[in-house]
């Protein structure tokens, strides 16, 4: 079992839609959540980060951890074309660890 | 404001060739990290540097070897290409190791 899983999609929805994105991982000893951002031939870039469990939001994404379900999530409200992009997540245990990736869901918003 | 700058973006490489990716940051962070993505697997660690002066092997660090030259630039190397090392290559920097990470945008290296 690999230890972050993440569903590769694709995931196509019309614009203004709801998306839901998720990972689920094996290793308890994670405690550093991150979302990252992958537009096509680009570099990804941080999107969300929480620590532990529980919610974050930030303008139309929020970010849950569930750590008793070893489950995170990333949802999009409104969704716009502009979103359309690969969405890794990645987390880390304790301080001296590298992140690990999940393989990435790719998001195609419609107009 | 660069961030991480990598060169060069693209190379075509000969089975057996070397050559060596470069990477700098200029945010002052103190970990570096070379990742190589390749379609249906996702962002696998080749090197990591926690600080100046130390490198640690990744997940795939097998045909390269990396070099943390200062603060700054931290450079991976392919001694002899081989075709499985075809594949999009990314370096990051964090503050620390347990901060969040900040990509370059990736050199693309076709090995025929």
């Known amino acids: 079992q690999k230890e972050v899983e993440q569903d590769p999609g694709p995931l196509s929805v019309p614009e203004g839609a709801i998306v839901s994105l998720n990972c689920t991982y094996s290793?308890?000893?994670?405690?550093?959540f991150m979302w990252y951002r992958q537009y096509s031939r680009k570099g990804p870039e941080l999107l969300m980060y929480t620590y532990s469990s529980g919610n974050k939001e930030d303008g139309r994404f929020t970010a849950q951890v569930d750590k008793s379900s070893k489950y995170i999530s990333l949802f999009i409200r409104d969704s716009q074309p502009s979103d359309s992009a690969t969405y890794l997540c990645?987390?880390?245990?304790?301080?001296?660890?590298?992140?690990?990736f999940g393989k990435g869901t790719t998001l195609s918003v419609s107009s | 404001n660069a961030g991480v700058t990598q060169t060069p973006k693209f190379q075509v490489l000969k089975t057996g060739q070397s050559m060596t990716l470069q990477c700098a940051q200029d945010?002052?962070?103190?970990?570096m990290y070379w990742y190589r993505q390749d379609p249906g697997m996702g962002l696998r660690l080749i090197y990591y540097?926690?600080?100046?002066?130390?490198?640690d092997k990744g997940e795939v660090p097998n045909g390269y070897n990396v070099s943390r030259l200062n603060k700054r630039e931290f450079s991976l190397r392919l001694e002899s290409a081989a075709p499985s090392q075809t594949s999009v290559y990314f370096c990051a920097s964090s503050t620390h190791m347990n901060t969040e990470a900040f990509f370059g945008q990736g050199t693309r290296l076709t090995v025929v």
């Open positions: 540097s926690a600080s100046e002066g130390t490198t």
């Open positions: 990645a987390m880390r245990g304790q301080a001296g660890t590298a992140l690990i």
């Open positions: 290793n308890s000893a994670f405690q550093y």
């Open positions: 945010m002052n962070h103190n970990s």
